[in-house]
């Protein structure tokens, strides 16, 4: 299997919602987000999926929570704006796209979203 991942970021603030600790206030990240995608055979360029239109899905996607308050951006205006739901979206989300663009020939594998240099969690096809 051929797998290539691409990298972003976004700066959004979030307030977790039943949590005991600081983080239920306001508080902000620069969130780097990882897209790896996997696939069997390559298109008609010996190219599994360009770099290029990956990092574009990524960073549509992410345009929708940069700059903002997570807790008023659907669907985190009801579902709490955790680092696991903002990796499942982003899963979900870059997930039409890619498999839309290549006919299901390439898959999102995972999404890793990291909160800070050191905390990071993935989201993956099981």
């Given amino acids: 299997m051929y797998t290539l991942t691409v990298k972003y970021h976004f700066d959004a603030a979030h307030a977790l919602r039943s949590y005991e600790g600081e983080c239920r206030n306001l508080h902000g990240h620069t969130w780097d987000v990882e897209v790896t995608v996997g696939g069997e055979t390559l298109d008609d360029r ?16 992410l345009a929708e929570f940069d ?5 008023e951006v659907p669907p985190f205006d009801r ?3 955790t680092a696991e739901n903002l990796a499942r979206i ?9 498999e839309e663009a290549t006919g299901g020939r ?8 990291w909160e800070s240099p050191v905390a990071r969690v993935v989201f ?3």
């Fill in 124 to 126: 993956s096809r099981a």
């Fill in 90 to 98: 982003i899963f979900e989300k870059v997930t039409v796209r890619v």
């Fill in 46 to 61: 010996d190219i599994l999926y360009d770099f290029k239109d990956l990092k574009t899905d990524l960073t549509e996607v």
């Fill in 106 to 113: 390439v898959q999102v594998l995972e999404v890793a979203v």
């Fill in 79 to 81: 579902l709490s704006p």
């Fill in 67 to 71: 700059h903002r308050y997570l807790n």
